[in-house]
């Protein structure tokens, strides 16, 4: 069975991890949500260890107009595997400001896809702005995993 296997991560994957979460430390002085790293095979089910893909949010500050701006990650923190087709929870998501439709796209109410859908490799982020009156609640509803 292909698996999310441990393969041993070197310190350059390590520290691209770090710097690629960095961003949200410093976006606008929000909120920092934690990831942890996964090295897990996959679970009894045949699907990625739970959490494996972390989502988070923090406040970038206003447009000009004042509109709230948020900044999101989503990373990928199996650093053994190629997560795809990830869905995120993310109510009637809009935005007052054009988000890549490649990055981060709204299918249905309370269904976005990631990337289009593509792979999402070991410790890699996907991030993108959006601006609206209010935040919106997201987190990851479905998502496939596997090896590298």
Do not use: W
């Not at 859908?117 to 479905?142: A, L």
Request: proline share 5%.
């Amino acid at each position: 069975m292909m698996g999310c296997r441990f393969k041993r991560a070197t310190a350059a994957t390590a520290i691209a991890l770090l710097l690629a979460l960095l961003p949200a430390c410093y976006a606008g002085g929000g909120g920092v949500a934690a990831a942890t790293v996964h090295a897990a095979a996959l679970d009894d089910d045949g699907g990625c260890p739970d959490g494996v893909v972390q989502v988070s949010q923090v406040n970038a500050g206003s447009l000009p107009s004042g509109i709230p701006s948020y900044s999101v990650t989503i990373t990928n923190t199996c650093l053994g595997c190629t997560v795809r087709d990830v869905h995120v929870s993310c109510g009637e998501f809009a935005s007052t400001e054009l988000v890549d439709p490649g990055s981060f796209q709204r299918l249905a109410y309370g269904d976005c896809l990631v990337k289009g859908g593509g792979p999402i490799g070991p410790g890699e982020t996907v991030s993108f702005e959006y601006s609206n009156s209010f935040i919106y609640s997201m987190g990851v509803v479905s998502v496939s995993c596997g090896d590298i």
